[in-house]
């Protein structure tokens, strides 16, 4: 006989941002038992050590207490005797407001899995069963299912889905619709300047155009926790619901709109690519230790492709604001001196360590699985569908992965990722592979795009003129000089050097942390004096004296200026696309060809 596990979690004065849990076990075999905590949740591969927040463990058997002993960070051993029901207390303090934690206070109670469940020896594949003690007038947002018997309580089918679905408790606004006759739930916690009808109707739009790629939404109900606050704080997906973070006045205007729908269109999306298409290693979870996988550029860099591709086949983009938001995407992957130095393969792998754990050397040394996954999936998508005659597409190697794997409820080895795609594009991809993900060469993007009549131009971008407003559109063919050095305001007033590029001409002179305060001689208090000096009064090739202080000690420092490299990207139509160009642009972005689409959209000349 399984033992059975029930939750009860309580939180009647939320203003001590504390949760009272007791876990009830009965039928549980006599003999040594270990309690574990996660030390990191799906999504995030991030150690966050939940135990720390963890206090006030007992354990009740049918007539005593209990011994523990503590036995590691994350550990705690106990024993019974046979059958013994045990009632296990303790209480979490959570008070960190993340999409991938816990926090409770006089508002609301927002929770995920990993920071509360204490898992019971590895007993993760019984149903587990959960009550929520809870403020009278608050109200309960999850994807988790409730238990049929008893409406107030909830029942996870394993651990895992426990521990994969927040809730949101409170307050909460809540706009739902359905889509095939599925019923999805908006619910959303704090204000701003939002517009929910209009939000939960662009969310049908991208679950109807997600949903074309697979056919079917697999899932009885969905929910959107949507957190407005006065900072964004991400997302996370989750097999039926995401919580979503983001600033409370993004709203308006269209421009920030769009990075919310971004968002959603992505966090959407993982319920499929990772939540059911994924490596073997990324489900059922190890939760005790860091899992690797060389895979993140696929499960997260083709999620953030199609979450554009989404938004345009949903109709909230145009062709424009589609092309708009990818030339970002180039110029943000040109600019980073460490896609030379780290493979996609590679920046997957040590995520934990480097993505997750980024410093001032980061744009040197690595590249975000996020941005050239992205990046590759454009290429990887545009190449299947020339060398297929746009039979097949990128669209097709998903389908097949979750048909073989997803809809099974399992993993694949990496290798098979590879293997689809050579299936689907009937013909080797080594190179591809090799080169572009495994390798450190630039990803094909001219070619890629001239397949699909479309021509990258790369520009530099003038400084903004104060006395010429009207020229938004500031581009130039000439490079101009600059210090090879970002800059930010700290502490109200102190520029300092947050980068320093290797490529630049003060690597090896200026060091991040730097604070700047003279340019031959001059006081200079913003990023952009710096720039406007640089680039009107001087020429490649000048020296110009930096004064800093570096950990309090005032330099001068001679640098020779050199040409600053292409910042400013636009992705236009060529003017004569032949037959094949028109049509592997139809295709892939489901639109026709002509040339109304530059001019009917918004400027293509300012990428946001
Ligand atoms: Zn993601």
């Given at each position: 006989?399984?033992?059975?596990?029930?939750?009860?979690?309580?939180?009647?004065?939320?203003?001590?941002?504390?949760?009272?849990?007791?876990?009830?076990?009965?039928?549980?075999?006599?003999?040594?038992?270990?309690?574990?905590?996660?030390?990191?949740?799906?999504?995030?591969?991030?150690?966050?050590?939940?135990?720390?927040?963890?206090?006030?463990?007992?354990?009740?058997?049918?007539?005593?207490?209990?011994?523990?002993?503590?036995?590691?960070?994350?550990?705690?051993?106990?024993?019974?005797?046979?059958?013994?029901?045990?009632?296990?207390?303790?209480?979490?303090?959570?008070?960190?407001?993340?999409?991938?934690?816990?926090?409770?206070?006089?508002?609301?109670?927002?929770?995920?899995?990993?920071?509360?469940?204490?898992?019971?020896?590895?007993?993760?594949?019984?149903?587990?069963?959960?009550?929520?003690?809870?403020?009278?007038?608050?109200?309960?947002?999850?994807?988790?299912?409730?238990?049929?018997?008893?409406?107030?309580?909830?029942?996870?089918?394993?651990?895992?889905?426990?521990?994969?679905?927040?809730?949101?408790?409170?307050?909460?606004?809540?706009?739902?619709?359905?889509?095939?006759?599925?019923?999805?739930?908006?619910?959303?916690?704090?204000?701003?300047?939002?517009?929910?009808?209009?939000?939960?109707?662009?969310?049908?739009?991208?679950?109807?155009?997600?949903?074309?790629?697979?056919?079917?939404?697999?899932?009885?109900?969905?929910?959107?926790?949507?957190?407005?606050?006065?900072?964004?704080?991400?997302?996370?997906?989750?097999?039926?619901?995401?919580?979503?973070?983001?600033?409370?006045?993004?709203?308006?205007?269209?421009?920030?709109?769009?990075?919310?729908?971004?968002?959603?269109?992505?966090?959407?999306?993982?319920?499929?690519?990772?939540?059911?298409?994924?490596?073997?290693?990324?489900?059922?979870?190890?939760?005790?230790?860091?899992?690797?996988?060389?895979?993140?550029?696929?499960?997260?860099?083709?999620?953030?492709?199609?979450?554009?591709?989404?938004?345009?086949?949903?109709?909230?983009?145009?062709?424009?604001?589609?092309?708009?938001?990818?030339?970002?995407?180039?110029?943000?992957?040109?600019?980073?001196?460490?896609?030379?130095?780290?493979?996609?393969?590679?920046?997957?792998?040590?995520?934990?360590?480097?993505?997750?754990?980024?410093?001032?050397?980061?744009?040197?040394?690595?590249?975000?699985?996020?941005?050239?996954?992205?990046?590759?999936?454009?290429?990887?998508?545009?190449?299947?569908?020339?060398?297929?005659?746009?039979?097949?597409?990128?669209?097709?190697?998903?389908?097949?992965?979750?048909?073989?794997?997803?809809?099974?409820?399992?993993?694949?080895?990496?290798?098979?990722?590879?293997?689809?795609?050579?299936?689907?594009?009937?013909?080797?991809?080594?190179?591809?592979?090799?080169?572009?993900?495994y390798g450190t060469k630039p990803i094909p993007l001219d070619d890629a795009l001239l397949a699909a009549g479309l021509f990258i131009d790369r520009q530099y971008s003038k400084p903004q003129e104060d006395d010429d407003s009207e020229n938004s559109s500031q581009a130039s063919q000439t490079p101009y000089p600059w210090l090879g050095i970002d800059t930010r305001i700290v502490d109200g007033y102190k520029l300092v050097v947050t980068h320093s590029y290797i490529s630049g001409p003060a690597d090896t002179l200026i060091n991040a942390g730097d604070q700047i305060i003279a340019l031959n001689g001059y006081q200079v208090?913003?990023?952009?004096?710096?720039?406007?000096?640089?680039?009107?009064?001087?020429?490649?090739?000048?020296?110009?004296?930096?004064?800093?202080?570096?950990?309090?000690?005032?330099?001068?420092?001679?640098?020779?200026?050199?040409?600053?490299?292409?910042?400013?990207?636009?992705?236009?139509?060529?003017?004569?696309?032949?037959?094949?160009?028109?049509?592997?642009?139809?295709?892939?972005?489901?639109?026709?060809?002509?040339?109304?689409?530059?001019?009917?959209?918004?400027?293509?000349?300012?990428?946001?």
């Amino acid at each position: 006989m399984q033992p059975t596990c029930h939750f009860t979690v309580s939180f009647l004065n939320p203003g001590n941002h504390v949760y009272d849990i007791m876990l009830d076990v009965s039928n549980l075999p006599g003999g040594h038992h270990e309690l574990t905590l996660p030390v990191w949740t799906p999504g995030t591969y991030k150690i966050h050590d939940f135990s720390r927040h963890l206090f006030d463990l007992s354990i009740q058997g049918s007539n005593n207490p209990i011994e523990i002993t503590h036995a590691g960070k994350n550990l705690w051993l106990f024993e019974t005797r046979d059958n013994e029901p045990v009632k296990i207390r303790y209480r979490v303090y959570a008070f960190e407001f993340s999409v991938s934690t816990s926090h409770l206070d006089q508002s609301h109670a927002y929770f995920n899995g990993a920071q509360l469940f204490l898992l019971i020896d590895d007993y993760k594949e019984i149903p587990y069963l959960l009550t929520l003690e809870k403020p009278g007038d608050w109200t309960v947002s999850t994807g988790l299912d409730r238990d049929h018997e008893e409406s107030s309580r909830y029942k996870a089918q394993n651990y895992d889905v426990l521990i994969d679905t927040p809730f949101e408790i409170g307050k909460q606004n809540i706009v739902s619709f359905e889509v095939d006759g599925k019923s999805h739930q908006l619910a959303v916690y704090g204000h701003g300047n939002e517009d929910l009808a209009r939000l939960a109707k662009d969310l049908e739009a991208i679950v109807c155009a997600e949903r074309q790629i697979f056919g079917s939404l697999p899932y009885q109900h969905y929910t959107f926790i949507l957190h407005l606050s006065d900072k964004p704080t991400g997302g996370l997906e989750h097999l039926n619901s995401t919580t979503c973070g983001v600033e409370r006045f993004m709203f308006r205007p269209r421009k920030n709109y769009k990075r919310v729908l971004e968002l959603f269109s992505h966090e959407f999306f993982h319920l499929w690519n990772v939540k059911r298409i994924h490596p073997d290693m990324l489900g059922p979870f190890d939760y005790n230790h860091e899992v690797y996988t060389h895979l993140l550029w696929a499960m997260e860099g083709f999620t953030n492709y199609y979450a554009s591709l989404s938004l345009k086949r949903a109709g909230l983009y145009s062709v424009s604001d589609y092309l708009n938001a990818l030339s970002k995407k180039v110029q943000d992957y040109e600019r980073r001196p460490g896609r030379f130095v780290q493979s996609l393969a590679e920046s997957s792998f040590d995520t934990w360590i480097k993505l997750y754990r980024p410093d001032e050397d980061s744009i040197n040394r690595t590249i975000s699985y996020y941005l050239k996954g992205d990046l590759v999936g454009t290429c990887l998508d545009l190449e299947i569908r020339k060398r297929t005659a746009n039979q097949f597409s990128l669209d097709t190697v998903l389908l097949r992965l979750y048909e073989r794997y997803g809809e099974k409820g399992i993993g694949f080895p990496e290798s098979v990722y590879q293997d689809t795609v050579e299936e689907v594009g009937k013909s080797s991809f080594q190179d591809f592979f090799d080169q572009y993900i495994y390798g450190t060469k630039p990803i094909p993007l001219d070619d890629a795009l001239l397949a699909a009549g479309l021509f990258i131009d790369r520009q530099y971008s003038k400084p903004q003129e104060d006395d010429d407003s009207e020229n938004s559109s500031q581009a130039s063919q000439t490079p101009y000089p600059w210090l090879g050095i970002d800059t930010r305001i700290v502490d109200g007033y102190k520029l300092v050097v947050t980068h320093s590029y290797i490529s630049g001409p003060a690597d090896t002179l200026i060091n991040a942390g730097d604070q700047i305060i003279a340019l031959n001689g001059y006081q200079v208090q913003k990023s952009e004096d710096l720039t406007k000096r640089l680039e009107y009064d001087h020429k490649i090739g000048d020296t110009v004296t930096v004064s800093l202080f570096r950990q309090g000690h005032l330099q001068t420092i001679p640098v020779v200026l050199t040409p600053k490299p292409f910042d400013k990207v636009r992705i236009v139509a060529i003017d004569h696309p032949n037959d094949e160009q028109k049509a592997l642009f139809e295709s892939w972005l489901h639109t026709p060809w002509t040339h109304s689409w530059q001019a009917s959209g918004e400027s293509l000349t300012s990428p946001e």
